[in-house]
């Protein structure tokens, strides 16, 4: 870590020290040239999606170019996001093929790998934005939740570079960078709305008023849905990670054939369970040998299970709460049976769901690029360096 910071000192600006950065919501361009604003914008590569004006807190500020580093767990991504422009560039790398011989995630190894990608992955989004690294205005890093070892080297970076650039280092909770990737959509959803938050590590619903004006609906009580999806999968003997391979197999399965329950779908609240789902595969599968298209008829079952509570769930959330928008986040967002189940639902609801683009569901840097310049622009103050591999979303400042 150490060695981390001294490299970023010494490669990006020798001898400069950190201070307070009164600048950044100031429209004096930080190296002097009155031009500076204006040339950054002619010279960016094309933004990748467009800025949601609509939600735009940015029109009174000027140009803040933010960088984004997510280095939770097992993927490693970095992101430049401009307050007037959108998203300039991302780039990630994924640990999939360095854990899949372990079945999952091993800390240490990602830790390593994140030491090895973080730099080389600085110059490519630096490249496809066609910038330098001055032009960064500050610096958003996931602070938690995740594995202590991967955080550490995100806000190592984040920090050296912030000291060496003299830029302000922001702390990002990592679900809320999934709680707001669906505005880097454009058309964005407008606040508020309900968020269904389906990662490997949580599953909850979420009421969003705004940038940190969050209500937490519901959570499950065990398992999250991402967990379900990974520890069921490798009971079927699919690879790591579970979530994609096991949806791959349900493709080609029949749900009906097996019955499985669908766990606290009419508990009149709205947490949810999924621990006994993977229980019951489990007794399914040791009632007979599987054969291959049993497994995939247990796979689109337990698929079918998932989705339906989520489903069910997220509705019964919207109507609650009276929201019309329903935004979904997080891994599990990516399964296309959820999505499509949760747009008919909705629809016969007049409720509109939102999606962020499938390379945003998944962990990200553009995620946490966008969650830092939300923050920055609404004057929430930088943090401390620091990691919080266990932190509540429900106990993060609001933003303004
Ligand atoms: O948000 P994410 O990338 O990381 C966390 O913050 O946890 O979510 C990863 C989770 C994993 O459990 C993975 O199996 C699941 O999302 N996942 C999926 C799909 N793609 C990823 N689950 C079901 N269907 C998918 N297509
Ligand atoms: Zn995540």
Not at 230 to 237: H, I, N, R, Y
Not at 259 to 267: F, G, M, N, V, Y
Not at 294 to 303: G, H, V
Request: proline share 6%; hydrophobic share 45%; net charge neutral.
């Amino acid at each position: 870590m150490v060695a981390l910071i001294v490299v970023a000192l010494i490669v990006v600006r020798p001898g400069t020290s950190r201070v307070a950065h009164p600048s950044l919501l100031s429209d004096s361009p930080r190296d002097g040239s009155e031009s500076a604003l204006l040339l950054r914008g002619e010279t960016r590569a094309a933004r990748i999606t467009g800025f949601p004006q609509r939600l735009n807190p940015f029109t009174e500020l000027p140009q803040l170019i933010v960088l984004g580093i997510e280095s939770s767990c097992d993927e490693t991504g970095l992101a430049l996001y401009c307050t007037s422009r959108g998203l300039l560039s991302h780039a990630l790398h994924s640990q999939v093929d360095l854990h899949t011989d372990y079945g999952g995630v091993v800390p240490e190894l990602a830790s390593r790998d994140h030491v090895r990608r973080i730099t080389p992955l600085l110059v490519e989004v630096l490249a496809r934005a066609q910038m330098k690294r001055t032009d960064i205005d500050a610096i958003a890093f996931t602070e938690g939740p995740g594995l202590a070892g991967a955080l550490l080297v995100g806000t190592a970076f984040a920090h050296g570079l912030g000291m060496a650039l003299d830029v302000p280092v922001i702390g990002i909770h990592h679900l809320e960078g999934h709680l707001l990737s669906p505005l880097l959509a454009d058309p964005p959803p407008e606040f508020p709305f309900v968020a269904l938050l389906v990662s490997g590590g949580h599953t909850q619903l979420m009421h969003v008023a705004g940038v940190g004006r969050y209500t937490l609906l519901g959570e499950t009580v065990d398992d999250a849905a991402g967990e379900a999806f990974d520890k069921t999968a490798k009971l079927l003997g699919l690879g790591y990670p579970g979530g994609p391979a096991l949806s791959r197999l349900a493709a080609t399965g029949t749900p009906g054939r097996f019955r499985l329950p669908r766990p606290k779908i009419a508990s009149g609240d709205l947490d949810f369970s999924f621990s006994g789902l993977k229980t019951a595969v489990l007794t399914a599968s040791r009632q007979a040998p599987l054969d291959d298209a049993s497994r995939a008829d247990l796979a689109a079952e337990f698929q079918a299970a998932v989705v339906e509570v989520l489903v069910t769930k997220s509705l019964a959330a919207a109507a609650q709460t009276g929201a019309t928008r329903l935004v979904v986040a997080g891994g599990v967002g990516a399964n296309v049976q959820l999505r499509a189940s949760l747009t008919t639902g909705a629809a016969a609801k007049g409720i509109q769901v939102y999606y962020p683009d499938l390379a945003f569901c998944t962990d990200n840097g553009a995620m946490i690029a966008f969650a830092g310049a939300m923050r920055l622009a609404l004057a929430t103050p930088a943090g401390a360096f620091g990691v919080r591999p266990r932190w509540d979303l429900g106990s993060v400042l609001p933003a303004a």
